[in-house]
Structure formats: C-alpha cells, structure tokens
C-alpha cells in the first residue's frame, strides 16, 4: 500500500527523512539531490507530489517516490530501505507507475530520473514508464591541497565572496546564461536562489564571484560556488557550481575559478574536492583531469515525455 501526498504534513516528511537517512548510512550518499530535498521539505510547492510505500504490519515507509516539477521538465526519484532492496522491482513497478499517472494528469512533459549505480532493475523501471537513457554524469574527486605544481600552471585571478542582499541579480544573469538550456540549473529565479541561500551549508564565503571593472562598473563574469555538509563529512568538500558567462568562454577562466574553489575548501579544511560534470563534456573533464581530479562514480539519468492524459487534451 502507498499514500500520495500533494502535501506532506510535518510528520510525513519526519517519516520520509527517517528513510532517507537510514538510505544515507547504508549507501554513503544522500539519495536525493539539493533540488529535490528542498521540495520535500517545503511540502506542498506546486507540482510537487511524494509516494510512500509502507510496509504492511508496522505501516512504516519502506520506499519513497517523489516528483517535482522544474521549469520545463519534471524531476523523479524513487529511494528504498536497504533492507527491502529485493522488492525494488515490485515497489518501483507500482510507485513509479502512478508518479507517471500524476504528471500525465497534471499535463504531461519531459521527465529526467537520476540513478546512482544503475542495474538492470532500474533499466526495466525506466522501460516500464517510458524512459531510457539518457545524459550521464561523473563524480570526480581531487585530493586539497592541490599540488603547488597545478596552482603555480594556473592563471590567478582576483575573486570576492557574495554579498547576500546585492549580488543575487548579477548572479542570476551569469548562471542562467551559462545554463540556458540546462533542465535542473537553467532558469532560476531569485525565490530559488533564496531557497539556497536558507539551507544550513550555505556559506556566502563559499560562493566566489569573478568580476571585471569597466566604465565605472564591475560586470560580474564568471563564479565558483562551493559546499561543505557539515553534517555528514567535513573533509570532503564540493564545487557545488560553476559557471562562466558565454561571452567570456576560452579564456581560461573555468580552470582558474576552479582552483580558486578548490583552494577556498582547503582553506575551510576539505582534504578531499569532488564536483559532478557531464560525461559527455569532453573539455571540461579534460580541464579537471588536468588539475588531478578522477572519476569515482557515474550517474544515470533515465528521459523521456511522458503524454498528456485524456483530460488533458
């Protein structure tokens, strides 16, 4: 049995993050991204819907599926307990059938589904709602400090921290621009970037900003924003972020905002950096290889459009 929730009360999300975190323990990974996870605990945002699969006598959450609507697209996941993995089939089949349902009511579009360590289970999920493969993404990982070798073959540039209440505007332009046809980091708004902002690892000393002065007036071009989860392991730090505004592309600039990222988390005591990047992103896993990053793990994204139901049309 699951319930649907188009809004979940505060101890629906209670049970939901007991799942997570039991997930969390047995994988050494948070089983929904930042997008996602910003959601849940907002809700009942507005295409929004969670799935909770429960198990038949204790009527505790042995599976969670959840849908989010982006600005073109729709995000899926589906998270089970560690100890019901051999009902993943099962559990899946049934949660992400009615996930679909939900978005064909609510108009249909473009679905992405991100898997960590894809199996064939997942290959016949994805078939079962139309899905396939589609965009992979790399974790890689450095060991901070750089080698003094890689910093002295890198140009410096002179970067300042975010200025929460000034720079959300010039911030916005540079990441949509660079993201324009981006589905999950594309289009933000400043409600978005607030929601960020909110979150217990937001630092804005983390978030560097690369400006250039012209005419009485600094245009900002180009930004790393880094994380640190407190809450699970200080010593790994992320590039949460980084972008440089197309205008100012080939110019080194993504290699030099990435060691100045990956030289603030020394500083704040990561011994280890990590960042994501598209598999098929030749250049940019060229530039990070260089710096002495390696792949670690690979994440599936499963894609498709999923059509209008009949009411719909």
Known sequence: MFDIKRSMTTQNIAEVTQLLDAVEKADNRKPLNDHLWIDLRQGGRPGFAGLIARHQHTGQPIAYCQISRGNDSWALDLVVDPQHRNETLNLGTALLGEAAKLISDE????????????????????????????????????????????????????????????????????????????????????????????????????????????????????????????????????????????????????????????????????????????KDNIAAIATYTKLGFTVRHQEQAFVGDIAPSSKQT
Not at 119 to 127: C, F, N, P
Not at 147 to 155: D, E, K, P
Not at 173 to 193: C, P, Y
Not at 214 to 221: D, I, P, S
Request: net charge neutral; with cysteine; glycine share 10%.
């Open 107 to 278: 108009g249909g579009g473009h679905v992405h589904w991100w898997v960590y360590g894809a199996t064939s289970v997942h290959d016949a999920l994805a078939k079962h709602i139309n899905l396939h493969a589609g965009r992979a993404l790399l974790q890689m990982h450095v060991t901070l400090p750089l080698a003094q070798q890689v910093i002295n073959a890198t140009t410096q540039v002179a970067t300042q921290s975010f200025r929460v209440g000034i720079d959300e505007d010039a911030w916005l332009t540079v990441n949509n621009r660079a993201f324009s046809s981006h589905s999950e980091q594309g289009g933000w708004t400043k409600q978005i970037l607030q929601s960020r902002q909110s979150e217990k690892w937001f630092n804005p000393n983390g978030l560097l900003l690369y400006f250039l002065s012209g005419e009485n007036k600094q245009t900002l071009v180009a930004f790393c924003w880094t994380k640190i989860d407190r809450e699970s392991d200080p010593k790994v730090g992320e590039i949460y972020v980084i972008a440089v505004d197309p205008q100012f592309h080939g110019q080194g600039l993504g290699r030099s905002l990435t060691v100045a990222g990956l030289n603030s988390l020394t500083t704040a005591g990561a011994t280890t950096g990590m960042l994501f990047v598209d």
